[in-house]
């Protein structure tokens, strides 16, 4: 063997290597994503503006203007001399902060609703396939059974029926509450917003919890698992300490790509006058109500239905951003 | 494979069964229905309803039986009256109803006054159903009479009239969809890293992100409401055919319920089903492709001097449609069940809106026989995929 001629050179050039942590690395991967990062920064955008809306905002949400109706873009009110940027709806309501509240309720009910599918998923797939044999088997035929049924027209029946009974399911008021402060509604408007979290939700969990089940199948028979048990670790610690960890990364794409789909289910269901009603402001409820008028006003869907879809399309470059960064397979 | 097919078939009626159970009692407990109107008009003084009368009401709308009772004459049409057996009668006395709820008005922990049933005046017995009208059962396609939509008629009637509307729209757009989506993902993965294939993905992943109801009102704008203001050609954007005779520019007169009327009006919901669907499934074709377009068999298909298009239309392409054929035998529900959203801006007369018609007006005979048919659908196009799966790929055992 030949001894490198130039030995300290080498030296030099291994030591300058950055050691980086898997979250450093996940994070270059996913900047390099350029349409993927555009989109979180553009989303952190909406959610900033959403969470501030009462002080970009110049109109209640419901605040009507007698005689101001379909006012155009930038209208000004004159006796306070306050803007209509998006100008005013068919009842004089002030688009734009519409717009805006409709959008802070919207991305909750979405946000909401993935996070309790995605920890409903997690929980129910990691007991899935962690214990197997019976459990498993009644688990996921149940899974496996809702998922045969055809699931907008279900969401449509459930959503009818809860949104016409809305005491039929107590929810407690504190609960309330809390999505009522955070959707700026009372705790009676909050209500709807809740049923509609919940009608998601439930369907929601199913698929994250099949795709749970099986990262978990395959970690289990890793060997960091049974080093582990062989240390004594019980059953919860190895679930919550290595199963979730581990498990997290199809997860997170997961929830991504959750956010969009709910984001759409809600407005759909509200587009279709089965999700949360007019009062309440959503993109969905928003856009159904333009198509009465698009014939007039022809820029008037392109308001609501606008945030939709790049919301939407946001969510999915993200997801899709994300999955790239995480699969260590892949090299960027 | 018999005995999984007969286990997976069994699987199959259970998950019918419980759907139909599960939506009939959610239906059950929703408010409305065709009693909604009846109490304000006996809290008003002008109209003299007597108790008998709406006893009667609720005795048409089988609303006087048990929710057991009134589920087993909906879906299988029993029983109809005491069970006989050698001339003898049994369970003649057994009460299956209530004819004169006792209701009270009782105040609910929110605070409101609700309307309770606390106990009752006159029951059903079964003996005393003998002779009503009833359907045959929702199993044996009887789905029974609307209450709203077509008030008396049966709901088949209705759902009849849908189907062909339904059909013409999704059938065109499933032959359009793998017509123009299974070539765009063969060229897009051939031509890996191509310009066309940057676009295109592009395009595609927008599709997808791409909600149907604002697709669809996006076209109405684009290609109806401004045009026809602009005084140029425009297409038609709502209902199958047109009340009226119209004009087009360029396109001429136009007689309604031609031919000619039909085919513009069904230009605008194909479209948007069919650009929403290519998106999704030429994505798919073009993933399954560049995986198979990788495996060593087409490189040995290459490597003995097959051409470029034997290689691909034989070897790849026919590999890299047996998992689409999992996604193309769910268009079967589609097929009847209807493009709900899509229908519902359209105002297409097929069955997606008149789901939502139903539902929206307490029509619930309507929507349950829709749901009913969709569910069988989708349980049958699960079960004929995991066959058909087997079928193509042979690498596939049954378990």
């Known amino acids: 063997m030949t001894v490198p001629a130039h030995m300290d050179n080498l030296k030099a050039e291994a030591v300058?290597?950055?050691?980086?942590?898997?979250?450093?690395?996940?994070?270059m991967r996913f900047i390099k994503h350029r349409l993927a990062m555009a989109s979180?920064?553009?989303?952190?955008?909406?959610?900033?503006?959403?969470?501030?809306?009462?002080?970009?905002?110049?109109?209640?949400?419901?605040?009507?203007?007698?005689n101001d109706y379909f006012r155009p873009f930038g209208y000004v009110d004159e006796p306070t001399g306050r803007v209509h940027y998006f100008g005013t709806d068919n009842i004089g309501r002030d688009y734009f902060s519409r717009i805006i509240y409709a959008g802070r309720i919207s991305l909750t009910v979405a946000l909401l609703s993935v996070l309790i599918s995605e920890t409903v998923g997690i929980v129910v797939g990691a007991i899935s396939g962690f214990y197997g044999g019976w459990v498993d088997s009644i688990l996921m035929r149940f899974v496996e059974f809702m998922l045969t049924i055809p699931t907008l027209p279900l969401l449509l029946i459930i959503s009818s029926m809860l949104l016409r009974n809305e005491d039929l399911i107590p929810i407690p008021e504190g609960v309330l509450q809390v999505v009522g402060n955070i959707m700026l509604l009372s705790p009676k408007d909050a209500r709807s917003a809740v049923l509609i979290v919940m009608v998601l939700a439930g369907f929601g969990w199913l698929s994250s919890a099949q795709l749970m089940r099986g990262t978990v199948l395959s970690l289990r028979e890793q060997t960091f698992v049974e080093a582990s048990r062989s240390l004594g670790a019980t059953d919860v610690w190895i679930i919550f300490k290595h199963m979730i960890p581990n498990a997290m990364a199809p997860i997170i794409v997961d929830a991504s790509l959750g956010l969009a789909g709910f984001v759409v289910a809600e407005a759909a269901l509200a587009f279709l006058g089965f999700g949360i009603q007019d009062p309440i402001p959503t993109w969905g409820n928003m856009l159904s109500a333009t198509q009465t008028y698009m014939f007039d006003k022809p820029w008037l869907p392109l308001v609501p239905g606008l945030p939709i879809f790049i919301c939407s399309l946001a969510f999915n470059y993200i997801g899709d951003g994300l999955r790239d960064a995480l699969d260590p397979r892949l090299k960027l | 494979m018999t005995a999984y097919l007969i286990r997976r078939v069994l699987q199959s009626i259970l998950v019918v069964f419980i759907s139909a159970v599960a939506s009939y009692v959610l239906l059950s407990f929703a408010p409305g229905g065709p009693l909604a109107g009846l109490r304000q008009i006996t809290q008003s003084s002008r109209f003299k309803i007597t108790e008998e009368d709406i006893a009667r009401i609720r005795a048409s709308f089988e609303l006087d039986l048990n929710l057991p009772?009134?589920?087993?004459?909906?879906?299988?049409?029993?029983?109809?009256?005491?069970?006989?057996?050698?001339?003898?009668?049994?369970?003649?006395?057994?009460?299956?109803?209530?004819?004169?709820?006792?209701?009270?008005?009782?105040?609910?922990?929110?605070?409101?006054?609700?309307?309770?049933?606390?106990?009752?005046?006159?029951?059903?017995?079964?003996?005393?159903?003998?002779?009503?009208?009833?359907?045959?059962?929702?199993?044996?396609?009887?789905?029974?009479?609307?209450?709203?939509?077509?008030?008396?008629?049966?709901?088949?009637?209705?759902?009849?009239?849908?189907?062909?509307?339904?059909?013409?729209?999704?059938?065109?757009?499933?032959?359009?969809?793998?017509?123009?989506?299974?070539?765009?993902?063969?060229?897009?993965?051939?031509?890996?890293?191509?310009?066309?294939?940057?676009?295109?993905?592009?395009?595609?992943?927008?599709?997808?992100?791409?909600?149907?109801?604002?697709?669809?009102?996006?076209?109405?704008?684009?290609?109806?409401?401004?045009?026809?203001?602009?005084?140029?050609?425009?297409?038609?954007?709502?209902?199958?055919?047109?009340?009226?005779?119209?004009?087009?520019?360029?396109?001429?007169?136009?007689?309604?319920?031609?031919?000619?009327?039909?085919?513009?009006?069904?230009?605008?919901?194909?479209?948007?089903?069919?650009?929403?669907?290519?998106?999704g499934w030429s994505r798919f074709i073009r993933a399954s492709m560049l995986d198979v377009l990788r495996q060593d068999y087409v490189r040995t298909a290459r490597a003995k001097g097959l051409s470029q298009n034997v290689v691909i239309m034989k070897h790849a392409l026919r590999n890299a449609l047996i998992p689409f054929v999992t996604i193309v035998v769910f268009t079967i529900p589609g097929l009847f069940g209807g493009a709900i959203i899509t229908e519902s801006i359209f105002s297409w007369p097929g069955m997606g809106r008149l789901y939502i018609l139903a539902l929206g007006d307490y029509d619930y005979p309507v929507a349950m026989a829709l749901f009913f048919i969709t569910a069988v659908l989708t349980v049958i196009a699960t079960l004929l995929r995991d066959v058909v799966y087997t079928i193509v790929d042979p690498r596939i055992r049954l378990t």
């Not at chain 2, 057994?94 to 009782?106: D, F, L, N, T």
């Not at chain 2, 005779?245 to 948007?272: C, E, F, Q, W």
């Open chain 1, 16 to 27: 300058t290597i950055e050691e980086r942590s898997p979250f450093q690395v996940v994070m």
């Open chain 1, 40 to 66: 979180l920064i553009f989303m952190i955008l909406i959610f900033s503006i959403t969470i501030m809306a009462p002080y970009i905002t110049s109109f209640k949400v419901d605040e009507l203007n007698v």
């Open chain 2, 69 to 279: 009772i009134r589920f087993s004459r909906w879906l299988v049409g029993a029983p109809k009256g005491p069970i006989t057996i050698g001339g003898k009668e049994y369970f003649g006395d057994m009460v299956v109803g209530c004819r004169k709820p006792i209701e009270a008005e009782v105040l609910n922990s929110r605070g409101v006054l609700e309307v309770v049933v606390v106990g009752c005046k006159e029951e059903v017995l079964l003996k005393d159903i003998v002779g009503r009208r009833t359907s045959r059962g929702i199993l044996f396609g009887d789905f029974g009479l609307s209450w709203r939509l077509l008030r008396d008629r049966p709901v088949s009637d209705l759902i009849a009239s849908r189907i062909p509307k339904t059909l013409q729209l999704i059938g065109l757009e499933t032959l359009l969809s793998l017509l123009i989506g299974i070539p765009l993902g063969i060229y897009s993965a051939v031509k890996q890293y191509s310009k066309f294939d940057y676009i295109f993905t592009t395009l595609a992943f927008m599709g997808q992100a791409m909600p149907s109801f604002f697709f669809g009102l996006l076209f109405i704008l684009f290609f109806s409401i401004i045009p026809k203001g602009a005084g140029l050609p425009y297409l038609p954007a709502a209902l199958s055919e047109s009340i009226r005779n119209y004009t087009i520019p360029l396109i001429g007169d136009v007689i309604a319920g031609s031919a000619k009327d039909r085919l513009l009006h069904m230009i605008l919901p194909v479209a948007v089903l069919t650009i929403l669907n290519i998106a």
